[in-house]
């Protein structure tokens, strides 16, 4: 019978071959081959005078718990201490896009894995437009380019900016809005095409909390930055993205700020003729409370 006190995976780790761990993903993590020892987690009461012995490294952390290393051989033994409440083995870590992706069945349907009929090709996005309406975009970031350095963002309207009329590249707020200024793919190419501090002349919307930015590679980033390990889910679409006016004394933008953000992206979408997906992040708490009956 299994030790109750060893979470499951270590159990099922200390009764597989060395041949079948090997074979797996997570049966070895935390057991070192060559010196036959545990990394473990500890959840421990009582004092920590009990918890060591020979061959056996603690290091205690606050709460009860320690991570202790300790031979294989010496794991049964180690969990029948008084003091010893449960021993878990340790798990692996993943960069949280992949792993968010993966959690959520992404991965498998960019691959064509789990979709009949569809051979070996997966969802990629591509053909369909990504709208957010948030707290802007780097539109800097690799990320949110093709690549040969162009963007991928067709429309960028941030709700914030001043109009002005120059010359070269007049801006001013989209047609049939009276708020902030559009700034088309052209305009955001030529920016991307010069250093920073001069491509901001051009186009100077910023994303200053990040907020929009970090939603928008969630939902369509390239991977471009990170040699495709941080990939979004429709990492091949186009974007349009609505950065909301400029926040008032104690307060986000307003609703009527928002809904024109929407507006203004269902309008583009139509008159592409695509389909669209917007994400919004923004919130509120207002209305009833009651239960539905």
């Known amino acids: 019978m299994a030790d109750q006190k060893i979470d499951n995976l270590l159990n099922l780790a200390m009764d597989s071959t060395p041949q079948e761990r090997e074979k797996s993903w997570n049966l070895n993590v935390g057991y070192d081959e ?4 545990w990394d473990v987690v500890v959840k421990y009461s009582g004092g920590e005078e009990g918890l060591s012995g020979e061959g056996i490294t603690v290091v205690p952390l606050l709460g009860g718990y320690a991570v202790v290393t300790l031979p294989e051989s ?5 969990s029948e201490r008084t003091q010893i409440e449960f021993i878990e083995k340790p798990k692996r870590l993943y960069f949280s896009d992949y792993q968010a992706n993966f959690a959520s069945c992404i991965t498998p349907v960019q691959s064509g894995s789990v979709l009949p009929g569809m051979g070996d090709g997966g969802l990629s996005g591509r053909g369909i437009l990504i709208g ?3 707290s802007g975009v780097d539109y800097r970031h690799r990320d949110f380019c093709n690549a040969d350095g162009t963007t991928r963002i067709l429309k960028l309207w941030d709700q914030s900016g001043v109009a002005e009329q120059e010359q070269t590249w007049p801006r001013r707020p989209p047609k049939g809005y009276a ?3 559009e700034y088309t793919q052209d305009m955001i190419n030529a920016a991307l095409k010069l250093p920073a501090s001069e491509g901001y002349q051009i186009v100077p919307e910023r994303d200053f909390s990040g907020h929009g930015t ?3 590679g969630i939902a369509a980033g390239n991977g471009r930055a990170s040699d495709g390990v941080n990939r979004g889910v429709a990492y091949e679409s186009d974007i349009i993205a609505v950065k909301l006016g400029i926040p008032r004394e104690n307060s986000f933008p307003r609703t009527t700020e928002l809904m ?10 139509l008159a592409l003729g695509r389909p669209m997906v917007i994400n919004i992040s923004f919130g509120n708490n207002y209305g009833s409370h009651e239960p539905c009956n």
């Open 34 to 37: 060559a010196l036959q020892l």
């Open 132 to 134: 957010i309406v948030d």
């Open 260 to 269: 024109q953000g929407i507006d203004y992206l269902v309008r583009q979408a």
């Open 179 to 181: 708020l902030g200024v």
């Open 74 to 78: 010496a794991l049964e033994a180690y």
């Open 214 to 216: 970090s939603v928008l």
